[in-house]
Structures are given as structure tokens and as C-alpha cells.
T-cell receptor, first 117, second 115 residues
Framework: AQSVAQPEDQVNVAEGNPLTVKCTYS??????LFWYVQYPNRGLQFLLK??????LVKGSYGFEAEFNKSQTSFHLKKPSALVSDSALYFC???????????????FGTGTLLAVQP | NAGVTQTPKFRILKIGQSMTLQCTQD?????MYWYRQDPGMGLKLIYY???????DKGEVPNGYNVSRSTTEDFPLRLELAAPSQTSVYFC??????????????FGEGSRLTVL
């Protein structure tokens, strides 16, 4: 079955320190992977995606993610965290039923990132 | 540029009542989706549509209905509301190119409480 796992409910990091939010996936074939961010009482905002090519993907707000096929992971990273990065982060993989043609996404359960000043 | 617009933002229903959550997008996207978000559960797909007149069930469709009469609108109807339908509902849209593009664009959400 296709799935996404975010093993950490919450990640705490001090401002200025690097951050990593973990994500692993299970899908048949080549994965299409996404990260979204949700601020309180807001909708989800797209951060970045991996479709093919370079394993290091750069996205919005200084975030990047590293695709690792052998470990089936797609961890979100940022070199220096800001207090304003505090939010709920979702990893998602495209549902590859029907060859992924419907663009449906399967989401992880989310990781709350708390950046302390 | 409005994007995906959902109404209402908040609603309280009594058990057994019915209501419709409205969703409209102005990006001319063919694909539209309804997800529900519950604490610790992530987002679960309720229904989706790949174009006007075409809808299909997602992972958790029971208790809901949808229609897609136009490209812009994708309303979600709750029949006989139950406490289990207390959730935050998100509508999303996507361009139909399923290759390099295809990320979803989300509305701001509709928070529904059933008492």
C-alpha cells in the first residue's frame, strides 16, 4: 500500500540552528514527493517538490529537501531556523494509482516544528 | 488573484442537519479535491474530480456527496451530520498536467463542529 510516514510528532530547535523534519515513503515506481507547510488557522502552502533529477531540491523560504531512493526518504532541511518557521509541516506523495494521472496526494500525519528564540 | 475560496470558514451543526461547503477556484484547474484534517491524522481525501461532470470517491467518502457542474465550483454536501464529521475541511485544486507540475493549491479551510 502507498503511504507516507512522518515519525516525529514534534521537532524542537533553537533559532539559528539547522533543522530537519523527517519523511519516509512507500510507493510503487518512481515517487513524486511534496512538502507543504500549514500556519495556524490557515490552509496548506506548497514548499517544494521532487519529481526527477537532482536529489537535493530547493524550495520556498530557504527550505530544501533531500531525496534518498535507497532509504525511501525525503527529509526537509533548513540550514538556519527562524522563529517564523514554527508551523505544521506535511510530507506527501502522489498516489500512483492510474499512473498518478489524478494528482491525488497521500499525506503524512504532520510534524509540528517549534523554533525557540 | 483569489485562488481557492471556501465558505463558510466556521459552522456549527446539530446532529442530523445537512449543509453544503462551497469551494470555487479561479485558476482554471481541471482537478479539484476535498480533504478533511483531523488532529494527528493528517489529511484524508474525501472526494475528487478530474473535470466538470466527473467525480470519484477518495479514502473517506461515507456521509458526503459532491457535484461538479462547472470547472470553477466543487461543493461538498454533508447529509445527516454526525459528531464524527467534526473536522477541518480543505478544498484544493490542481492543473491537469500530471508530470512535472501538479502540486495542489489549497483553500483556507472550513471548520465544522457537529454537536
Amino acid at each position: 500500500a502507498q503511504s507516507v510516514a512522518q515519525p516525529e510528532d514534534q521537532v524542537n530547535v533553537a533559532e539559528g540552528n539547522p533543522l530537519t523534519v523527517k519523511c519516509t515513503y512507500s510507493v510503487s515506481g518512481n515517487p513524486y514527493l511534496f512538502w507543504y507547510v500549514q500556519y495556524p488557522n490557515r490552509g496548506l502552502q506548497f514548499l517544494l517538490k521532487y519529481i526527477t533529477g537532482d536529489n537535493l531540491v530547493k524550495g520556498s523560504y530557504g527550505f530544501e529537501a533531500e531525496f534518498n531512493k535507497s532509504q525511501t526518504s525525503f527529509h526537509l532541511k533548513k540550514p538556519s531556523a527562524l522563529v517564523s518557521d514554527s508551523a505544521l509541516y506535511f510530507c506527501a506523495v502522489r498516489d500512483m494509482k492510474y499512473g498518478g494521472a489524478t494528482n491525488k496526494l497521500i499525506f503524512g500525519t504532520g510534524t509540528l516544528l517549534a523554533v525557540q528564540p | 488573484n483569489a485562488g481557492v475560496t471556501q465558505t463558510p470558514k466556521f459552522r456549527i451543526l446539530k446532529i442530523g442537519q445537512s449543509m453544503t461547503l462551497q469551494c470555487t477556484q479561479d485558476m482554471n484547474h481541471n482537478y479539484m479535491y476535498w480533504y478533511r484534517q483531523d488532529p494527528g491524522m493528517g489529511l484524508k481525501l474525501i472526494y475528487y474530480s478530474v473535470g466538470a461532470g466527473i467525480t470519484d470517491k477518495g479514502e473517506v467518502p461515507n456521509g458526503y456527496n459532491v457535484s461538479r457542474s462547472t470547472t470553477e465550483d466543487f461543493p461538498l454536501r454533508l447529509e445527516l451530520a454526525a459528531p464524527s464529521q467534526t473536522s477541518v475541511y480543505f478544498c484544493a485544486s490542481s492543473p491537469s498536467l500530471a508530470g512535472p507540475g501538479g502540486e495542489l493549491f489549497f483553500g483556507e479551510g472550513s471548520r465544522l463542529t457537529v454537536l
